[in-house]
Protein backbone atom coordinates (compact mmCIF):
# COMPACT_ATOMS: atom_id res chain seq x y z
CA UNK A 1 0.00 0.00 0.00
CA UNK A 2 1.41 3.38 -1.12
CA UNK A 3 1.72 5.80 1.16
CA UNK A 4 1.90 9.89 0.91
CA UNK A 5 3.23 12.03 4.02
CA UNK A 6 2.58 15.44 2.49
CA UNK A 7 3.83 18.56 4.72
CA UNK A 8 4.50 22.28 3.91
CA UNK A 9 0.88 23.80 3.91
CA UNK A 10 -0.82 26.96 6.18
CA UNK A 11 -2.13 30.18 5.92
CA UNK A 12 0.32 33.13 4.19
CA UNK A 13 -0.16 36.71 2.59
CA UNK A 14 -0.65 37.03 -0.79
CA UNK A 15 2.88 37.60 -2.25
CA UNK A 16 4.40 35.63 0.02
CA UNK A 17 5.91 31.71 -0.11
CA UNK A 18 5.59 27.86 1.11
CA UNK A 19 6.98 25.17 0.33
CA UNK A 20 5.10 21.98 -0.17
CA UNK A 21 6.79 18.70 0.36
CA UNK A 22 5.79 14.86 0.04
CA UNK A 23 7.27 11.83 0.78
CA UNK A 24 6.58 8.74 -0.52
CA UNK A 25 6.96 5.03 0.90
CA UNK A 26 9.00 1.93 -0.78
CA UNK A 27 11.52 2.12 -3.68
CA UNK A 28 12.42 4.62 -5.85
CA UNK A 29 12.76 1.87 -8.21
CA UNK A 30 9.09 1.74 -9.76
CA UNK A 31 8.47 5.56 -9.77
CA UNK A 32 7.55 7.74 -12.71
CA UNK A 33 5.89 11.32 -12.43
CA UNK A 34 5.50 12.96 -9.46
CA UNK A 35 3.55 15.85 -9.29
CA UNK A 36 0.77 18.30 -7.46
CA UNK A 37 -2.63 18.52 -7.78
CA UNK A 38 -5.63 21.06 -6.38
CA UNK A 39 -8.61 21.55 -5.56
CA UNK A 40 -10.16 24.98 -4.46
CA UNK A 41 -13.99 25.08 -2.73
CA UNK A 42 -16.54 24.14 -5.88
CA UNK A 43 -14.03 23.40 -8.40
CA UNK A 44 -12.66 20.21 -9.83
CA UNK A 45 -9.04 19.20 -9.24
CA UNK A 46 -6.22 20.28 -11.57
CA UNK A 47 -2.98 20.18 -12.12
CA UNK A 48 -0.33 22.37 -11.08
CA UNK A 49 2.89 20.70 -11.64
CA UNK A 50 4.04 17.21 -12.65
CA UNK A 51 7.50 16.39 -12.87
CA UNK A 52 9.32 13.29 -14.33
CA UNK A 53 11.60 10.37 -12.87
CA UNK A 54 14.15 11.96 -15.44
CA UNK A 55 13.58 15.55 -13.66
CA UNK A 56 11.73 17.41 -16.69
CA UNK A 57 8.67 19.60 -15.14
CA UNK A 58 5.67 20.52 -16.74
CA UNK A 59 3.38 23.22 -14.72
CA UNK A 60 -0.05 25.00 -15.40
CA UNK A 61 0.09 28.26 -16.55
CA UNK A 62 -1.50 29.66 -14.30
CA UNK A 63 1.43 29.10 -11.72
CA UNK A 64 4.54 29.25 -14.18
CA UNK A 65 7.47 31.58 -13.07
CA UNK A 66 5.52 31.59 -9.46
CA UNK A 67 5.98 27.56 -8.63
CA UNK A 68 8.71 25.07 -8.98
CA UNK A 69 8.90 21.47 -8.56
CA UNK A 70 11.49 19.62 -7.76
CA UNK A 71 12.51 15.81 -6.72
CA UNK A 72 14.65 14.00 -4.41
CA UNK A 73 14.94 10.75 -6.23
CA UNK A 74 16.89 9.06 -2.92
CA UNK A 75 14.05 10.22 -0.58
CA UNK A 76 11.21 9.49 -2.53
CA UNK A 77 10.33 12.96 -2.17
CA UNK A 78 8.77 15.33 -3.97
CA UNK A 79 8.62 19.59 -3.32
CA UNK A 80 6.53 22.72 -4.75
CA UNK A 81 8.04 25.78 -4.14
CA UNK A 82 5.47 28.14 -4.18
CA UNK A 83 6.35 32.03 -4.76
CA UNK A 84 4.23 35.03 -5.18
CA UNK A 85 1.06 33.49 -3.96
CA UNK A 86 -2.01 34.96 -4.63
CA UNK A 87 -5.40 34.62 -3.01
CA UNK A 88 -6.47 32.38 -6.04
CA UNK A 89 -3.74 29.71 -4.92
CA UNK A 90 -5.89 28.85 -2.34
CA UNK A 91 -6.53 25.31 -2.22
CA UNK A 92 -6.12 21.94 -0.98
CA UNK A 93 -2.48 20.71 -2.82
CA UNK A 94 -2.60 16.65 -3.41
CA UNK A 95 0.37 14.56 -4.23
CA UNK A 96 0.24 12.41 -6.86
CA UNK A 97 2.85 9.58 -7.43
CA UNK A 98 2.74 7.24 -10.26
CA UNK A 99 4.08 3.46 -9.61
CA UNK A 100 3.69 0.92 -11.86
CA UNK A 101 1.10 3.11 -14.10
CA UNK A 102 -0.84 3.71 -11.15
CA UNK A 103 -1.38 7.25 -9.26
CA UNK A 104 -1.22 6.85 -5.82
CA UNK A 105 -2.98 10.03 -4.07
CA UNK A 106 -2.18 11.95 -0.61
CA UNK A 107 -4.58 13.08 1.76
CA UNK A 108 -3.83 16.75 1.03
CA UNK A 109 -2.64 19.82 2.78
CA UNK A 110 -4.49 23.06 2.65
CA UNK A 111 -3.26 26.24 1.15
CA UNK A 112 -4.99 29.93 2.46
CA UNK A 113 -3.80 33.35 0.93
CA UNK A 114 -4.86 36.19 2.49
CA UNK A 115 -5.31 39.25 0.54
Known amino acids: QEQLVESGGGLVQAGGSLRLSCAAS????????MGWYRQAPGKQRELVAL???????NYADSVKDRFTISRDNAKNTVYLQMNSLKPEDTAVYYCVVNRYGINYWGKGTLVTVSS
Open 51 to 57: ITSGGSP
Open 26 to 33: GSSFSINA
